[in-house]
């Protein structure tokens, strides 16, 4: 008995994209469809069509609360300049690193300056110190109240 290869049959299909995700508008469109093509002689019962409503009234006070948590988290996102600037006028201790290796120059010295400023880069918060050096803040190993002010 001769087989059949599927990829004859098969190759020229569409596929279409599904998503498990409906929205508002969808719900509302199977509800209104659901009510266009129902039985007239047996029309849908009052409370599978309250239950229905209960469901999209549920399902949109769920995207409000969502849209608002998001809202929410947006606001509380702190420049990593604000988050910082406590720094200013502390002495930070740190390790000196090889700019280009990132390794610690050996042998392992400990160097402490007071911060001048806090700036950002690539989302990161940079100490700028009084030393005339950059680091960043993942690079403390200590940090004290100016012993000059």
Request: net charge negative.
């Amino acid at each position: 008995m001769p087989s059949i290869d599927p990829t004859y049959y098969l190759r020229n299909q569409s596929r279409g994209s599904t998503s498990s995700n409906l929205g508002k508008d969808e719900f509302l469109k199977i509800l209104m469809a659901q009510l266009q093509n129902q039985d007239p002689l047996k029309p849908m019962e009052d409370k599978e069509f309250i239950s229905q409503m209960a469901t999209f009234s549920s399902l949109e006070q769920m995207m409000t609360m969502n849209k608002s948590i998001s809202s929410l988290v947006n606001n509380q996102t702190v420049s990593p300049v604000i988050q910082y600037s406590h720094l200013i006028g502390k002495e930070v201790t740190f390790y000196n690193f090889d700019d280009e290796t990132g390794e610690i120059i050996e042998p392992k010295e400990k160097i402490t300056s007071s911060v001048a400023a806090i700036s950002e880069k690539n989302g990161f918060a940079v100490l700028e110190l009084e030393n005339g050096q950059k680091i960043y803040t993942d690079e403390i190993i200590k940090i004290e109240h100016s012993s000059n002010k």
